[in-house]
């Protein structure tokens, strides 16, 4: 798994790969250097899957999907209609609306999703979104979370549709019960793991 960083926001969007295929997470704002990184890898992307769909998670999906497509664009039900809305999306508020095109596929709480030898779990985590989704690698001990949980921090819970007790649930419910040794990787900001976040996040205690 790789991490590229991208747009003014500095959203992490992931890379994964099993042999030569592989999913991009999420697609930011400016997605050159992640479309130069899966091809310097000489990966085959397979879907584009989205954390969610705030603008900062989905600004490249257009671009991404032209590059690479077709690609289906996978993401939580219950913000279908988000990427097409900069409202619902938080673009318009920015003065810059975006859409993206898709979505393709809908995931949801269980679903198992293969790529290559690898499986991989859908959690719902809602809270900063309402369609926040985390994927879980057990064999491997990762969970990608975007904007649930971060290195010592929560995820926003001020914008519209965000809800604090939601996002505490997710967290506690669904992201505390997973292995300590898990390591984390959020759409923001550093790497963490369970364990850790479980000590010492002052906002969401176990
Ligand atoms: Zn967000
Ligand atoms: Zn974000």
Known sequence: METVTLGPFETNCYIVADG?????????FEPEALIERVRDLGLKPEALILTHAHVDHIAGVDEVVRTFGPLPVVMHADEREWLANPMLNLSAAMGLPVTACGPDRFIAEGDRLTLGGQTWKVLHTPGHSPGGVSLVNSEAGIALVGDTLFAGSIGRTDFPGSDFESLAHSIRAKLYTLPDDTRVYPGHGPPTTIGRE????PFVLP
């Open 20 to 28: 030569d295929r592989c999913w991009i997470i999420d697609a930011s």
């Open 198 to 201: 479980k000590r010492t996040n």
